[in-house]
């Protein structure tokens, strides 16, 4: 019988596979095109395909060698297949992988103990990815106005050009119509006002708000920094009125722009902050922070995740956060982004192309006139890879411990195609 199905399967597949004319060889194994043909074409992706990674450095599938300036989008902070956190990962694979939030797990208590000694906050939520701690935040802030305070407020203010996450709660807290495409009819509770317009800020607060969410530094929204001034305004709004802060740190997080956090440059203790991409070398791990009197919103059964905080993820976590305190990661990473920005302005001085050279620590953008798109094509074939955060600004993210030569290396490549480019531009 079971014979008969599978017999039956396979040669259901060998018929889809000569109706299509790809796919599936003659002997029935799956052929791999390089094409990603069974995968959905949801993202615009580079023609390499990356199969080693050594600290900076990345090998495509021809052998070719790539300084990387990408990080994997700010995840690879320790650099890639960083050694002290591959050892406590393959260790922790030889003990346990999964429980379940059934059950204790000493490896939370590790990463929660850590987390809070080195922040403002008293008490994480584990989860998987950098939309989920939002979407935890979002529920906490409402669960508490609605729970603890009896108040039912459930709105949450964001502003344009941020990014909080895919999933529809935060597609819709995010700042660009470009991620809302196609997906109405979007939940209810959010408005969206200008970065730094604090009239129209005030105007959004109403009975329903709940909290004000913010990027310290708006990544993917060009490398925008929020401009301390407003920042205590917002500060100030939120304690007037009764509201949540909530600070993404999703990117600027885990020592990315110099200090652990980005909110740490500004004196501000966020009641709720969301953590992700550079928290786990690249194992997908995702946590939530918040102040201690946010704790009784989320009491037991009211908010939860299978594969948050299992044994292997925080072992992971707890091994980059230690490896990152034990080298003082955040400290370098604003060292090196000194230098970084300061070599960049000095060797693009004489360019007009370039309208701003804007950054913190290792979060680096360069605003150009005109989109950048093929600048980035350029690098990748000079062995440079960098991305962009919109249409005219080449993002930076090496990992914090890239070395001065890698920087002087990196900084030779840009400098020499953001000339010629903008030479080509010209003409
Ligand atoms: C990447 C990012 C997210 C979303 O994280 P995912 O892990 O992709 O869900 C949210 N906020 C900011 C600021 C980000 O950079």
């Known amino acids: 019988m079971s014979k008969l199905t599978q017999v039956e399967g396979h040669s259901l597949k060998e018929k889809q596979a000569a109706d299509t004319g790809t796919g599936i060889s003659t002997a029935g194994q799956p052929v791999s095109s390089g094409k990603l043909e069974h995968v959905f074409p949801s993202y615009a992706r580079f023609d390499i395909s990356l199969v080693k990674g050594k600290g900076s450095w990345v090998w495509d599938d021809k052998g070719n060698k790539y300084l990387d300036f990408t990080s994997g989008l ?49 008490q994480v939520f584990f989860c998987n990815s950098g939309a989920e701690s939002n979407e935890a935040a979002i529920k906490l802030a409402r669960r508490y106005h609605q729970k603890v305070k009896g108040t039912g407020r459930y709105e949450v203010i964001t502003f344009k050009q941020s990014f909080h996450g895919r999933t529809l709660a935060t597609l819709t807290a995010t700042g660009q119509d470009k991620v809302k495409d196609g997906f109405l009819p979007l939940p209810q509770g959010f408005v969206t006002v200008p970065l ?32 301390p001034e407003f920042l205590n305004s917002v500060v100030e709004l939120c304690k007037k009125h009764g509201l949540l802060l909530i600070v993404d740190e999703v990117q600027t997080g885990m020592g990315r722009t110099g200090k652990l956090f980005a909110h740490q440059y500004y004196g501000i203790e966020p009641d709720i902050f969301t953590v992700a991409k550079g928290i786990a070398s690249g194992f997908p791990a995702g946590v939530m922070l918040a102040k201690g009197y946010l704790r009784e919103a989320f009491t037991p059964g009211s908010h939860a995740t299978t594969f948050g905080g299992t044994p292997l993820a925080t072992a992971v976590i707890a091994a980059t956060i230690e490896t990152m305190l034990e080298d003082n990661l955040p400290q370098r990473a604003a060292e090196s982004g000194e230098y970084l920005t300061g070599l960049l302005k000095e060797k693009l001085a004489d360019c007009p192309f370039v309208v701003d050279i804007r950054g913190k620590g290792l979060l680096i953008g360069i605003e150009c006139q005109a989109p950048v798109s093929d600048i980035v094509l350029a690098g990748q074939s000079k062995g440079l890879l960098f991305v962009t955060a919109g249409t005219h600004v080449i993002r930076l993210l090496p990992n914090l411990y890239v070395s001065k030569e890698e920087i002087n290396q990196a900084v030779d490549i840009l400098s020499e195609l953001i000339h010629t480019y903008a030479n080509e531009h010209k003409a």
Do not use: Y
């Not at 913010?214 to 925008?224: F, P, S, Y």
């Open 74 to 122: 700010a995840v690879t902070s320790l650099g890639h297949a960083p050694e002290k956190v591959g050892e406590k990962l393959k260790a922790q694979i030889d003990t346990l992988w999964h429980v379940s939030n059934l059950f204790h797990n000493p490896g939370q208590d590790k990463v929660a103990e850590l987390l809070t000694a080195n922040t403002c906050a008293d």
């Open 196 to 227: 730094h317009d604090l009239p129209a800020l005030e105007a959004a607060i109403g009975e329903n708000t709940a909290a004000i969410m913010l990027e310290m530094v708006l990544a993917e929204g060009g490398v925008l920094e929020v401009q």
